[in-house]
């Protein structure tokens, strides 16, 4: 079983992987993760990354997608796993598509957690962090309590840059423009599945859920 997700940034995707890798025991594959931990081991392929981003250049397609293959050749994923973060791109679904079929293997669902821009902006924006600590709350849904301030260790609450109504917009103008045509993509692929992320979270998992089980 191999899920692809697909959401804006704020859609709640990443939630949903890691509750679908627990809930299969599938390793949730981030390509964030897997940079980092390629980087940081110094590995051949995370040395070649490292050429790129210290030029300040794009890793190429190829190269990301090798070091994805890299991850997901492990025993761990032998029963399948969930892709959080790639592609971004039709290129890069391209490349992932091709070297999966040299593999005899292929993606099983594309699952996009579909929520409006508008309900994205407000949910991002009224995200609070403590710098402190690392608590994050909601002003709607997880509030502190005390407004403004962190329960754990008293420090003020703040809105972090990429949580402002401008930067989510910036972020949601790159991510129509780029990833949202991978839903055309995976749908004339026949293995897009729509589900309503503006629903409650469980709500959200219960139609992913409903989904894969059927199938």
């Not at 995200?127 to 709607?140: D, M, V, W």
């Amino acid at each position: 079983m191999k899920i692809i997700m697909l959401g804006a940034p704020g859609a709640g995707k990443g939630t949903q992987a890691k509750m679908i890798a627990e809930k299969y025991h599938i390793p949730h594959v981030s390509t964030g993760d897997i940079f980092r931990a390629n980087l940081k081991e110094g590995t051949p392929l995370g040395k070649k990354a490292k050429e790129y981003m210290d030029k300040g250049a794009l890793v190429p397609d190829e190269l990301t997608v090798e070091i994805l293959l890299d991850r997901v050749s492990r025993d761990d994923c032998a029963g399948g796993y969930v892709l959080d973060g790639f592609p971004r791109t039709i290129p890069q679904a391209e490349v992932l598509d091709e070297e999966l079929t040299k593999l005899g293997d292929h993606v099983d669902f594309a699952i996009d957690v579909d929520v409006p821009d508008e309900n994205i902006v407000r949910r991002m924006s009224g995200r609070r962090a403590c710098l402190k600590c690392g608590a994050t709350y909601h002003i709607e849904h997880i509030p502190p309590k005390k407004e403004g301030i962190c329960d754990n260790c008293g420090e003020p609450l703040v809105l972090r840059d990429d949580d402002k109504p401008e930067t989510v917009q910036k972020r949601l103008t790159v991510y129509h423009e780029q990833t949202a045509p991978l839903i055309d993509y995976y749908t004339k692929q026949g293995i897009l599945r729509t589900v309503d992320g503006t629903k409650d979270m469980k709500e959200v998992f219960s139609a992913i859920t409903g989904i894969i089980d059927q199938n």
